[in-house]
């Protein structure tokens, strides 16, 4: 059944439920927003993104397990910033920090394919910290709630099927057997089937999901990864997958617009938005991983040797394994998680684009940032990045 046939389901937040909602179509002015994760990655460009474009924003509260004190510094005479120290797993935590917003943006999540974390922690944070998420908006009547979910809910899966260009309603068979993506797909359809929960005085949840292909932008840690691995080979990388194999990039800035836009939607117009799942897009190019990176680390000397790949595709396979092996036998010592795994391979040599206007139909969303910004934006931090590290040598 697709997302659309979904919506004619009757229940709460739809269009065919009849139900009025008291204050339709009226956004309140001087909300207040909470970002779980707030301190993350795309946490902490969400709150930028919340206190410099939202305009009836009155206060961002940034919840995390490590608090970045430089985002409290962003507040303004309009729009306060709050720094909450919390754990997601923790339902008191969740609770407190819940209480009183009316937006909450959940981006919280361990995200980990390398077999860095345990499964269980992973479950513990993306699975049962979204529950303390729902069960919080529910207890404390927070009407509107946003998951930052991610592509791999849907794919690559473990077969190696490509997804190409593909949309929210596209068939494909999304089989997992690694913890991230397993806790992510089921994190999204415990928010999903959450709208429609009745919250008293007629008012009731109202959820959606995004769902990013792969982000980068300034503070990108992986990118910042593979800038840091790619020194140890003297900036030179071996090309290992084919051109042909492309993938499907959005920089971070235009994902944190994407979820400003559909919090104003889904005050707007709960019955369109209540429900629905939106892949993340922007003009950024489809290429391999590793033509697409060149995009960023060539501003810093890095080069991509070969014009077809220079290792085997057999030869790369036996070193995930090897990996793999090597990472359970030596678990009980010390952590060892390379980047080459069984997965991350099956990722990066199989094609996931996307081809949808979805979000742009349901709340008017364009991209902020043009293709050339965003990547002159990422060029630039991490020539930063890279100034800094040859000034102290």
């Not at 099927?161 to 359809?189: C, I, M, T, V, W």
């Not at 559909?262 to 117009?269: H, L």
């Not at 697409?292 to 220079?310: H, K, T």
Request: include cysteine; proline fraction near 6%.
């Amino acid at each position: 059944m697709s997302q659309e046939q979904e919506r004619s389901s009757g229940q709460p937040g739809t269009p065919e439920s009849g139900e009025p909602r008291p204050d339709q179509g009226l956004m309140e002015w001087g909300q207040v927003y909470l970002v779980t994760g707030g301190c993350g990655f795309l946490g902490s460009h969400l709150v930028r993104m919340l206190v410099e474009r939202s305009p009836n924003v009155a206060e961002v509260r940034v919840f995390d397990l490590q608090l970045d004190p430089a985002l409290g510094q962003l507040g303004t005479d309009k729009v306060k910033v709050t720094l909450i120290l919390g754990d997601i797993s923790s339902p008191t935590d969740v609770g407190a920090a819940v209480k009183g917003a009316d937006v909450v943006i959940h981006a919280a999540s361990l995200v980990d394919v390398w077999g860095r974390v345990p499964p269980e922690k992973i479950t513990e944070v993306n699975v049962h910290g979204t529950k303390n998420v729902i069960d919080a908006c529910i207890e404390h009547g927070t009407q509107y709630l946003i998951y930052t979910s991610s592509m791999e809910v849907v794919g690559p899966n473990i077969k190696g099927d490509p997804f190409y260009r593909g949309n929210e309603d596209s068939a494909y068979d999304a089989q997992h057997e690694q913890p991230y993506p397993l806790s992510k797909a089921q994190a999204e359809r415990m928010v999903i089937e959450a709208n429609g929960t009745p919250l008293g005085g007629g008012r009731w949840l109202v959820t959606c999901a995004l769902r990013p292909t792969g982000i980068y932008g300034e503070k990108h840690p992986l990118m910042k990864e593979f800038y840091e691995k790619g020194l140890q080979t003297g900036r030179r990388l071996l090309r290992a997958i084919p051109v042909s194999t492309e993938h499907g990039r959005v920089y971070v800035g235009n994902v944190a617009w994407m979820h400003v836009l559909v919090a104003r939607q889904m005050q707007e117009a709960p019955a369109a938005i209540g429900g629905q799942v939106y892949f993340c897009y922007d003009a950024s190019p489809y290429k391999s991983y590793e033509d697409f990176n060149m995009e960023i680390l060539a501003s810093c000397g890095f080069r991509l040797l070969g014009s077809q790949p220079v290792v085997p595709h057999w030869l790369l396979r036996c070193l995930a394994l090897a990996n793999d092996l090597l990472r359970r036998l030596l678990r009980p010592f010390f952590s060892y998680a390379p980047l080459l795994n069984p997965y991350t391979l099956a990722v990066a040599s199989t094609t996931f684009t996307v081809q949808t206007d979805k979000a742009q139909r349901h709340f008017g969303y364009q991209p902020l940032y043009s293709w050339e910004e965003s990547r002159a934006r990422t060029v630039a931090w991490l020539q930063e990045v890279d100034a800094q590290r040859e000034a102290g040598k």
